[in-house]
């Protein structure tokens, strides 16, 4: 099912959303990352563009899939975009459609789920700091497409399993994310 991207920014803009909007492209690996807080967009980046840059970028491009992760948020800010409404406005002007499918909401839903246990696994080793250091090590270091794979999702655990300074908390917390990931998997 093809549906209007600018519907798709408008719903999260009145929902007041925060997350990231992610946007694959049937032929290339780079994301189209619109980033929100509270339905603003404050950011978009798209490989090593930013801003309105990234932006002239999406109108050139074939859209494929989207997801979209709550609750992530980071501290850079476009300072070149225009208003949440504008970007709405000129994006819905240029008719952009993206295809959506259940597997791909299902699958949002069943990383959304993984998330969160990982997040009490790494608070239970390190601390109340664990919800931010999961969130900074997806941002900044998981590399990993729209849905991921349970490789993905071992290579997230490595990541976080680093922030643990003991071995005896690295293996608990590694024990515990792989079981979860397994019966998820199953």
């Given at each position: 099912m093809?549906?209007?991207?600018g519907?798709?920014?408008e719903?999260?803009?009145?929902?007041?959303?925060t997350g990231i909007?992610?946007?694959?492209?049937?032929?290339?690996k780079?994301l189209f990352k619109?980033y929100f807080?509270?339905?603003?967009?404050?950011?978009i980046?798209y490989?090593?563009?930013k801003?309105m840059e990234s932006?002239?970028?999406?109108?050139?491009?074939e859209?494929?899939k989207?997801?979209?992760?709550?609750d992530?948020t980071?501290?850079?800010?476009?300072?070149?975009?225009?208003?949440?409404?504008?970007?709405?406005k000129?994006?819905k002007?240029?008719?952009?459609y993206?295809?959506?499918?259940?597997?791909?909401?299902?699958?949002?839903?069943?990383?959304?789920k993984i998330k969160?246990k990982?997040t009490?696994a790494?608070?239970?080793?390190?601390?109340?700091?664990?919800?931010r250091?999961?969130e900074?090590?997806i941002q900044?270091k998981?590399?990993?497409q729209?849905?991921?794979?349970?490789?993905?999702l071992?290579?997230?655990?490595?990541?976080?399993k680093?922030?643990?300074?003991?071995?005896?908390g690295?293996?608990?917390?590694?024990?515990e994310?792989?079981?979860?990931i397994?019966?998820?998997f199953?």
């Amino acid at each position: 099912m093809k549906k209007p991207l600018g519907d798709i920014l408008e719903n999260l803009f009145n929902e007041k959303k925060t997350g990231i909007l992610n946007i694959s492209m049937s032929s290339e690996k780079s994301l189209f990352k619109f980033y929100f807080k509270n339905g603003d967009i404050y950011h978009i980046s798209y490989g090593l563009k930013k801003g309105m840059e990234s932006l002239k970028e999406l109108f050139q491009k074939e859209l494929y899939k989207i997801n979209f992760i709550s609750d992530i948020t980071i501290d850079v800010k476009s300072e070149d975009l225009p208003n949440t409404e504008e970007i709405i406005k000129k994006i819905k002007n240029s008719n952009l459609y993206i295809y959506l499918d259940n597997k791909e909401s299902s699958a949002n839903f069943q990383f959304r789920k993984i998330k969160e246990k990982l997040t009490v696994a790494l608070i239970k080793q390190i601390g109340p700091i664990g919800n931010r250091v999961i969130e900074k090590i997806i941002q900044e270091k998981w590399n990993t497409q729209i849905s991921p794979s349970k490789d993905d999702l071992y290579n997230l655990i490595e990541l976080l399993k680093d922030e643990i300074e003991d071995q005896e908390g690295k293996n608990e917390f590694q024990r515990e994310a792989k079981s979860f990931i397994e019966e998820a998997f199953k």
